[in-house]
Every structure is written in structure tokens, then in C-alpha cells.
T-cell receptor, first 113, second 115 residues
Framework: AQSVAQPEDQVNVAEGNPLTVKCTYS??????LFWYVQYPNRGLQFLLK??????LVKGSYGFEAEFNKSQTSFHLKKPSALVSDSALYFC???????????FGIGTKLQVIP | DAGVIQSPRHEVTEMGQEVTLRCKPI?????LFWYRQTMMRGLELLIY????????DSGMPEDRFSAKMPNASFSTLKIQPSEPRDSAVYFC?????????????FGEGSRLTVL
């Protein structure tokens, strides 16, 4: 079975400060890892993914994520937060070759002006 | 491309009524997923299809739920009879063929309220 843990229900950060949203995963085989963002009353939007290669992946809106195999983590980061980044963020995982995607519970990011 | 299209966006119904949610995936995508989102449980995968064939329906809560995909451009999720605990936002998502890196493209969701 595959699973994702997002240990923080909410993350608060001041505008302009760096942000980190944490994610750990469990999966058999090689992980495909994803981050999605959801704004109020909208569907989820893809932000970035890790499949293979460089452990630091860059995505939309200045976000990046670092894959750490030994810690089975895939934390989302951004050097300087914007108020417009305030949203619900989901980490997701699937095993390579298997299409079923499992999502974490989500972390609400609040960027304070 | 118009993206994944879901209808209705909002549905309010009474307990015991039949509810049908509809989804049009992105053209060329051969995977289609139905998810349910609630505050308590987050995002739950209900069922997914590949080339119109149901692959995994282990997330379908009970026999009151059924899903079909009669062709590559249309899928339905039906609840009969509906109950208040079915109130949730239901998302449809599609993804490109296996061999791609498999990110999902979500519709805007159908918010269901069962009174």
C-alpha cells in the first residue's frame, strides 16, 4: 500500500519569508511524487513532480521541492512567500508503473501580509 | 484545450433521490479518476478507468455508488439512493497514457449537498 503524510494542518508564514510545507511518503518501488495546489472552490492544480534525476525539482509559481530518499520526504519550498500563495497544498505519490495516485490530507498555507 | 469539464457544479437534493454527476476528460487522456473530497477524509479515490474500463473500484463506498464510462469522452458517477453523508465535493480527473509521468488534470468539481 502507498501512503502520504502531511504532518501540519496549517502553516503560517509572513510575506517575503521562505516557506516549507512538509511531506513524507511510503510506497513500494520507485516513487513518483507530486505537489498540487487548491484554491477555494476550485479543482486541484499540478505544481511540480519528481520522477527521477535531480533531487531538487522546480515547478510553477517559483515553487520547488526536494526529494530525500533516505528520509522518504518530498518537502515543498519557496524562497519568498506571496500573499497569493495562500491555499491548500496536497502532496501525492504513486508507484512507477501503477497509475493509482494517493493524496495526503492537505496543508493549508496562510501567508500573512 | 478546455480542460476537464464537470457538471453540475452544484447539486442540492433530498435524501433518497438519485444523483448523477458527469465528466468530460481531456481529449487524448485515457485514464479517468473519480475522487471525493471531505473535510474529515480529505481526497479519496473512488474509482479509476483506463481506456473506458474500470480498473480499481475499491474506493467506492457501497452499492449505492456506481460509475460508468461508455466512451472516451464521457463518464458518470451515480448515487442511488443518496444520503446526507454523501455530501462532499466530487472531482473528476484525467491523465495521459501510461508512459507519461502521470500528473492528473482536475475538473472544478461538483459540490453535492444531500438534505
Amino acid at each position: 500500500a502507498q501512503s502520504v503524510a502531511q504532518p501540519e494542518d496549517q502553516v503560517n508564514v509572513a510575506e517575503g519569508n521562505p516557506l516549507t510545507v512538509k511531506c513524507t511518503y511510503s510506497v513500494s518501488g520507485n516513487p513518483y511524487l507530486f505537489w498540487y495546489v487548491q484554491y477555494p472552490n476550485r479543482g486541484l492544480q499540478f505544481l511540480l513532480k519528481y520522477i527521477t534525476g535531480d533531487n531538487l525539482v522546480k515547478g510553477s509559481y517559483g515553487f520547488e521541492a526536494e526529494f530525500n530518499k533516505s528520509q522518504t520526504s518530498f518537502h515543498l519550498k519557496k524562497p519568498s512567500a506571496l500573499v497569493s500563495d495562500s491555499a491548500l497544498y496536497f502532496c501525492a505519490v504513486r508507484s512507477g508503473g501503477y497509475q493509482k495516485v494517493t493524496f495526503g490530507i492537505g496543508t493549508k498555507l496562510q501567508v500573512i501580509p | 484545450d478546455a480542460g476537464v469539464i464537470q457538471s453540475p457544479r452544484h447539486e442540492v437534493t433530498e435524501m433518497g433521490q438519485e444523483v448523477t454527476l458527469r465528466c468530460k476528460p481531456i481529449s487524448g487522456h485515457d485514464y479517468l479518476f473519480w475522487y471525493r473530497q471531505t473535510m474529515m477524509r480529505g481526497l479519496e479515490l473512488l474509482i479509476y478507468f483506463n481506456n473506458n474500463v474500470p480498473i480499481d473500484d475499491s474506493g467506492m463506498p457501497e452499492d449505492r455508488f456506481s460509475a460508468k464510462m461508455p466512451n472516451a469522452s464521457f463518464s458518470t458517477l451515480k448515487i442511488q439512493p443518496s444520503e446526507p453523508r454523501d455530501s462532499a465535493v466530487y472531482f473528476c480527473a484525467s491523465s495521459p497514457p501510461q508512459g507519461s509521468t502521470g500528473e492528473l488534470f482536475f475538473g472544478e468539481g461538483s459540490r453535492l449537498t444531500v438534505l
